[in-house]
């Protein structure tokens, strides 16, 4: 053999060594193989939250779609869902059933911040991805302490932050009176408009009243808020206390500017018993597409999501917006399955989930689904809309709350 | 004074000789420990830490035994109790540092000291309305854990993490299967501790109030200490299993300590046998377990399956699994008995 040959026969043969294992190896962890890819989850189907449950019977039927459509490159999706009863304990029990027993690549959409937090230490022991928590508390884009958690729905906090940059942009002399709830998801709200405000919190806001959730009313506290000469009203409060801040505030003429935390924006249950005159002009923020609302009617992201209900999920509520919620969610989900290809590692799905750029059907238009390395919040922008007296209209730009990390 | 030992387990006795039925129980107890130390060695960690579950539940549900079978108080409101005992050892633990071992009988103390004090006001209350006094319990506990007086120790709605001991002296086994032996020896003792009060002068008190209390109060027997004694026990058992769990399941909420969980409680008590202390494991299985086969029959209708399977299982054994299991060891000893030389 000539020296020339020799080192051409030794350079063809390391580059094919080096090359071959690259295009076919093929990279499982548990749960995936060359036909299934299994994800588990936890959803109450039962117990007193129990209305969240079709968010995971959505997510069910998204996949049934998707196996029929053929799959994930090539691979069905297994989805194996149980039912935690929003308990703590239960969601500790079940999610270890599906890592030890089941043996499932990840855990997609737990629902709970209480669940969520029970599991977490132990997702992140086991370094198994705890992805897209349906929760809106801000603590699920800890990158650095829980590399394998992910939340996905705009934060409190950034919601917050929304509403501190319209007033900043829109009124930036106004005096702010809040009334939130005494506990996380309250706090929460009151940091992200503070933070957004930044050195003008303190001169800008006059007043701030807690309730209790064991609070009969919080007529009291609107009084109080209408007393300090506000002229705008932050409203973080759940369903029931924001229909009956509505009404007061209507009740004593109180007419400031009005934001309602997005919680309670459901014309039917909120803002229909608090009075739809008194309703009216109240802002808030949103970020999915509202499937009731004639505007969307021939948009093309709302044809496909009516088509899919009708087909794979005939008896799903389609006035709900959990529906589009968990519809979204999962088309999330695929998108970070697809990208792994056929190297279907835990850590590989993180890294996946961590760099997404995506436009969804049922996003507000302009909304984005946005991640990186350092970046663990997918979706952080919202659109204000006010409500007329019938439905919620959008007003403005697209803007972000990002919370900085 | 043995006759009187006995006479409560009523039907089960029938004239046999007490001899074979110790022999029994003796053989009975000596295969269940082989088992239950097997066990931890032959299953996967997660089915180690159901079973650790289980047998928490079991202690709270002997607390409810001695409540219930023996003294005749009913009690809706042991989730309370339950919440007590884990939030005692979860704080102490956070916030004071103090080893998980330390803050099992401190856990202990302060669930009997609640479930005395509570037990005075409820004396004045008789079947039903007591039941109803220790729902409110039940239904209040969570919100008081949320309320924003004790924030600072318990966290509000956001809980407290746990971390799950090690096996201690360097034990070649895994934190789950040593909270499992832990429990185990745990639940062990309490369980002789609750058959030595059973069996004791005041598990005799205990047993005449619940049949005939003025009878008892005639016997010179002094109903209210006696009733609040039972009370705090009771709780005292239950705060132990709450303790328990919060480090099996590394985590306390006030949305983990909810009625639904004083019902299971109560629905393990019936389903394992009122008055049957060794039953209460078949309780706390049942707890566990049934939800979640339930779930896989049918996951729309889990709620049903689930009560499908407790009619079934309380119209098959009245008195439980202790009855069920009661009936079958008489007939076999009667069979054998027959057969066998006088």
Redesign the interface.
């Given at each position: 053999m000539s020296r020339r040959k020799w080192l051409w026969t030794t350079l063809t043969l390391g580059a094919a060594l080096t090359v071959t294992p690259a295009l076919a190896q093929k990279k499982y962890d548990p749960g995936a193989s060359d036909t299934e890819i299994k994800i588990g989850n936890t959803n109450p189907y039962s117990g007193p939250a129990s209305a969240y449950g079709l968010i995971g019977k959505t997510i069910g039927a998204y996949f049934n779609k998707v196996n029929a459509e053929g799959g994930i490159n090539g691979r069905k999706v297994n989805y194996i869902s149980y039912d935690d009863a929003y308990s703590p304990p239960k969601a500790v029990e079940q999610a270890r059933k599906l890592v030890e027993s089941d043996e499932v690549l990840l855990i997609f959409q737990p629902l709970g911040t209480p669940s969520n937090t029970a599991i977490q230490k132990y997702m992140n022991a086991k370094k198994v991805p705890q992805l897209f928590v349906a929760t809106g508390a801000t603590k699920w884009g800890d990158y650095k302490h829980f590399p394998w958690t992910m939340g996905w729905q705009p934060t409190y906090q950034s919601e917050g932050r929304i509403y501190a940059q319209f007033l900043l942009k829109s009124h930036p002399n106004s005096k702010v009176a809040i009334l939130y709830q005494n506990d996380d998801y309250g706090k929460d709200y009151v940091k992200g408009l503070k933070d957004g405000l930044g050195d003008k919190a303190k001169s800008m806001i006059v007043a701030e009243a807690p309730y209790e959730t064991s609070d009969p009313t919080v007529d009291s506290q609107i009084i109080n808020l209408k007393a300090s000469g506000a002229d705008v009203f932050f409203n973080v409060t759940t369903p029931k206390f924001a229909s009956q801040a509505i009404k007061k505030a209507a009740e004593i003429g109180w007419k400031p500017l009005h934001l309602l935390n997005n919680v309670s924006q459901s014309v039917g249950s909120v803002l229909k018993p608090a009075g739809l005159e008194n309703a009216k002009g109240i802002y808030s923020s949103y970020y999915l597409k509202d499937a009731t609302d004639p505007q969307w009617k021939n948009d093309p992201g709302q044809k496909e999501w009516t088509a899919f209900m009708d087909k794979y999920f005939p008896d799903g509520d389609k006035t709900s917006s959990f529906t589009v919620y968990g519809y979204t969610v999962a088309q999330t989900l695929a998108q970070v399955l697809k990208q792994c290809g056929d190297n279907l590692t835990r850590e590989n799905v993180m890294k996946q989930a961590a760099s997404l750029d995506l436009d969804l059907g049922m996003l507000l238009p302009g909304i984005k689904i946005k991640t990186s390395a350092t970046d663990f919040y997918p979706i952080e922008q919202m659109k204000m809309q006010q409500f007329d007296g019938e439905r919620w209209v959008p007003v403005g730009d697209v803007m972000s709350g990002a919370v900085g990390g | 004074m043995a006759q009187q030992d006995i006479s409560f387990s009523d039907t089960a006795v029938r004239g046999l000789p007490s001899v074979e039925q110790n022999s029994w129980a003796l053989w009975g107890t000596v295969l269940f420990l082989a088992v239950a130390i097997a066990l931890p060695f032959f299953l996967?960690?997660?089915?180690v830490?159901?079973l650790t579950?289980a047998m928490i539940y079991a202690i709270a549900i002997i607390g409810l035994v001695l409540l219930t079978g023996i003294n005749g108080q009913f009690s809706l409101g042991h989730s309370a109790f339950f919440g007590i005992g884990a939030y005692t050892a979860a704080v102490l633990m956070d916030q004071f540092g103090v080893s998980f071992y330390w803050t099992l009988p401190v856990a202990g103390v302060v669930c009997f000291v609640f479930g005395f004090l509570f037990g005075l006001p409820a004396l004045r209350l008789e079947g039903i309305y007591l039941a109803l006094a220790t729902f409110a319990l039940a239904i209040a506990m969570p919100?008081i854990l949320?309320?924003?007086l004790f924030e600072h120790w318990t966290g509000?709605?956001?809980?407290i993490?746990l971390i799950k001991p090690d096996a201690p002296f360097g034990l070649p086994i895994s934190s789950d299967q040593w909270l499992y032996f832990l429990t185990l020896a745990i639940g062990l003792m309490l369980a002789v501790c609750a058959m030595n009060i059973v069996n004791s002068r005041t598990g005799r008190a205990l047993i005449a109030i619940r049949d005939n209390p003025i009878a008892a109060r005639a016997m010179g027997i002094d109903i209210s200490l006696y009733k609040t004694l039972a009370f705090g026990v009771s709780a005292l058992f239950t705060g132990i299993a709450g303790a328990l769990?919060g480090v099996a399941?590394?985590?306390v909420?006030?949305?983990?300590f909810?009625f639904?969980?004083a019902i299971g409680l109560f629905v393990g008590l019936v389903v394992g046998g009122v008055q049957s202390i060794p039953a209460a494991l078949f309780g706390g299985l049942f707890v566990?377990f049934v939800?979640n086969i339930a779930?896989s029959v049918s996951?729309?209708l889990?709620?049903a399956v689930y009560g499908v399977i407790l009619i079934l299982v309380i119209y098959m054994m009245p008195s439980g699994a202790a009855g069920l299991a009661r009936l079958v060891a008489d007939k076999v000893l009667m069979k054998a008995h027959r057969k066998g030389p006088r």
């Amino acid at each position: 053999m000539s020296r020339r040959k020799w080192l051409w026969t030794t350079l063809t043969l390391g580059a094919a060594l080096t090359v071959t294992p690259a295009l076919a190896q093929k990279k499982y962890d548990p749960g995936a193989s060359d036909t299934e890819i299994k994800i588990g989850n936890t959803n109450p189907y039962s117990g007193p939250a129990s209305a969240y449950g079709l968010i995971g019977k959505t997510i069910g039927a998204y996949f049934n779609k998707v196996n029929a459509e053929g799959g994930i490159n090539g691979r069905k999706v297994n989805y194996i869902s149980y039912d935690d009863a929003y308990s703590p304990p239960k969601a500790v029990e079940q999610a270890r059933k599906l890592v030890e027993s089941d043996e499932v690549l990840l855990i997609f959409q737990p629902l709970g911040t209480p669940s969520n937090t029970a599991i977490q230490k132990y997702m992140n022991a086991k370094k198994v991805p705890q992805l897209f928590v349906a929760t809106g508390a801000t603590k699920w884009g800890d990158y650095k302490h829980f590399p394998w958690t992910m939340g996905w729905q705009p934060t409190y906090q950034s919601e917050g932050r929304i509403y501190a940059q319209f007033l900043l942009k829109s009124h930036p002399n106004s005096k702010v009176a809040i009334l939130y709830q005494n506990d996380d998801y309250g706090k929460d709200y009151v940091k992200g408009l503070k933070d957004g405000l930044g050195d003008k919190a303190k001169s800008m806001i006059v007043a701030e009243a807690p309730y209790e959730t064991s609070d009969p009313t919080v007529d009291s506290q609107i009084i109080n808020l209408k007393a300090s000469g506000a002229d705008v009203f932050f409203n973080v409060t759940t369903p029931k206390f924001a229909s009956q801040a509505i009404k007061k505030a209507a009740e004593i003429g109180w007419k400031p500017l009005h934001l309602l935390n997005n919680v309670s924006q459901s014309v039917g249950s909120v803002l229909k018993p608090a009075g739809l005159e008194n309703a009216k002009g109240i802002y808030s923020s949103y970020y999915l597409k509202d499937a009731t609302d004639p505007q969307w009617k021939n948009d093309p992201g709302q044809k496909e999501w009516t088509a899919f209900m009708d087909k794979y999920f005939p008896d799903g509520d389609k006035t709900s917006s959990f529906t589009v919620y968990g519809y979204t969610v999962a088309q999330t989900l695929a998108q970070v399955l697809k990208q792994c290809g056929d190297n279907l590692t835990r850590e590989n799905v993180m890294k996946q989930a961590a760099s997404l750029d995506l436009d969804l059907g049922m996003l507000l238009p302009g909304i984005k689904i946005k991640t990186s390395a350092t970046d663990f919040y997918p979706i952080e922008q919202m659109k204000m809309q006010q409500f007329d007296g019938e439905r919620w209209v959008p007003v403005g730009d697209v803007m972000s709350g990002a919370v900085g990390g | 004074m043995a006759q009187q030992d006995i006479s409560f387990s009523d039907t089960a006795v029938r004239g046999l000789p007490s001899v074979e039925q110790n022999s029994w129980a003796l053989w009975g107890t000596v295969l269940f420990l082989a088992v239950a130390i097997a066990l931890p060695f032959f299953l996967r960690s997660f089915v180690v830490f159901q079973l650790t579950l289980a047998m928490i539940y079991a202690i709270a549900i002997i607390g409810l035994v001695l409540l219930t079978g023996i003294n005749g108080q009913f009690s809706l409101g042991h989730s309370a109790f339950f919440g007590i005992g884990a939030y005692t050892a979860a704080v102490l633990m956070d916030q004071f540092g103090v080893s998980f071992y330390w803050t099992l009988p401190v856990a202990g103390v302060v669930c009997f000291v609640f479930g005395f004090l509570f037990g005075l006001p409820a004396l004045r209350l008789e079947g039903i309305y007591l039941a109803l006094a220790t729902f409110a319990l039940a239904i209040a506990m969570p919100q008081i854990l949320k309320s924003s007086l004790f924030e600072h120790w318990t966290g509000g709605v956001q809980g407290i993490v746990l971390i799950k001991p090690d096996a201690p002296f360097g034990l070649p086994i895994s934190s789950d299967q040593w909270l499992y032996f832990l429990t185990l020896a745990i639940g062990l003792m309490l369980a002789v501790c609750a058959m030595n009060i059973v069996n004791s002068r005041t598990g005799r008190a205990l047993i005449a109030i619940r049949d005939n209390p003025i009878a008892a109060r005639a016997m010179g027997i002094d109903i209210s200490l006696y009733k609040t004694l039972a009370f705090g026990v009771s709780a005292l058992f239950t705060g132990i299993a709450g303790a328990l769990s919060g480090v099996a399941i590394q985590f306390v909420a006030p949305d983990s300590f909810t009625f639904n969980l004083a019902i299971g409680l109560f629905v393990g008590l019936v389903v394992g046998g009122v008055q049957s202390i060794p039953a209460a494991l078949f309780g706390g299985l049942f707890v566990l377990f049934v939800p979640n086969i339930a779930e896989s029959v049918s996951k729309g209708l889990a709620g049903a399956v689930y009560g499908v399977i407790l009619i079934l299982v309380i119209y098959m054994m009245p008195s439980g699994a202790a009855g069920l299991a009661r009936l079958v060891a008489d007939k076999v000893l009667m069979k054998a008995h027959r057969k066998g030389p006088r």
